[in-house]
């Protein structure tokens, strides 16, 4: 791993309670300072700064934190185990079995790490992910992930509102969405090298949101899971979540992010367009055709046969912050 943070928000999974959610997520990790990966690196000397040392400065950036963000607890859900968030993965550029990611991705090295935003902005930019995570204040939100496969997890995630990065560029007033893009590099990622490993996708692995959607406060980019940075099955060095939404729009190891006038391709919906729709929003009441979407199994510390199925909620639980979003569309017709 090559990032460290601080980790005092840390509590065992039988303290997650609505109460603790509700401080741990007061306890946003801000101005963590990546001064170049060398110095991050196990036992190269200090890895993360905080944002200076007196106390009431913390304070103050937290409290204005806050006023950015309105994170919903999630009421009891204990996290998933992080043993098990790193193994059952979808990453098809590493295998379409739950384990593959994991087991075909350790050579993977996303690092030095670039990207570009561009597209319809004034000012297009290639970035450097260690130069970007100087920049950034990065919170730890808690997020469940709901899986289109109808599984579920709970994951504090490491990172950034997607909006805060979407600012720098200034996006034109043409611009109605955001393209994402994952990397392609046939050497890295065997599933882009044989399409008996990569399930047949026409890599790269592409997805998009519209505008609001990603200038949302809960789409977030994550660099890092269970304070590290993110393993390589989950999309290292850099990928996106979006909670109320199925798994599949939660695209990895992003290198470019586009700003265009029309709905992008999306790796699914080109797939198989009856099966999954451009908005894919979490929802009971609209079935997959070959399966209920109405309860997800919820992947937790159970064996398999110990796991209880629990009702799926519509937008994943977070329709407060985000049903204003689809005010009066049809969520069956645009699925
Ligand atoms: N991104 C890329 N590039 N390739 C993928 O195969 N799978 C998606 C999404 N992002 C996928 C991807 C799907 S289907 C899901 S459910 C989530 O990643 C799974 O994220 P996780 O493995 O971290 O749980």
Wanted: aromatic letters at 12%; hydrophobic letters at 40%; proline letters at 8%.
């Amino acid at each position: 791993m090559w990032l460290k943070i601080k980790r005092d928000w840390e509590e065992p999974e039988s303290a997650v309670t609505p109460e603790a959610l509700f401080k741990q997520r007061r306890n946003i990790i801000k101005g963590l300072a990546l001064a170049g990966s060398a110095a991050a690196l196990p036992g190269v000397g200090q890895a993360a700064s905080w944002f200076g040392s007196d106390e009431e400065e913390k304070a103050a950036l937290v409290r204005k934190a806050l006023t950015k963000t309105d994170i919903p607890p999630l009421h009891k859900d204990a996290l998933t185990p992080e043993s098990k968030a790193t193994s059952h993965n979808n990453f098809y550029e590493f295998g379409t079995g739950k384990n593959d990611p994991l087991r075909n991705s350790r050579e993977f090295n996303p690092h030095p790490w670039t990207f570009t935003i561009d597209g319809l902005v004034e000012q297009p930019l290639t970035l450097d992910l260690d130069k970007v995570m100087a920049d950034m204040a990065l919170e730890q939100r808690i997020y469940r992930l709901r899986c289109v496969e109808a599984w579920s997890m709970v994951i504090p995630w490491v990172g950034f509102s997607l909006s805060e990065l979407l600012k720098k560029v200034k996006p034109l007033s043409s611009a109605r969405y955001v393209a994402f893009e994952t990397l392609y590099d046939p050497q890295q990622m065997p599933g882009q090298k044989s399409p008996f490993i990569g399930g047949g996708i026409d890599y790269p692995y592409v997805e998009g949101l519209r505008l609001d959607e990603a200038m949302n406060p809960l789409t977030f980019m994550a660099v890092g899971m269970y304070g590290k940075t993110l393993p390589a099955q989950n999309g290292a060095p850099l990928r996106l979540v979006v909670p109320w939404k199925y798994g599949f729009k939660s695209i990895k190891s992003i290198v470019r992010i586009r700003f265009v006038e029309n709905m992008p391709p999306t790796t699914w919906n080109l797939l198989a367009p009856h099966e999954y729709g451009f908005y894919a929003n979490v929802n009971p009441q609209v079935d997959h055709p070959r399966w209920s979407q109405a309860s997800e199994r919820r992947i937790d510390d159970a064996g398999l046969l110990g796991r209880k199925r629990i009702p799926t909620e519509l937008f994943n639980g977070y329709g407060k912050q985000v049903a204003h979003l689809y005010k009066g569309m049809d969520l069956s017709r645009y699925f």
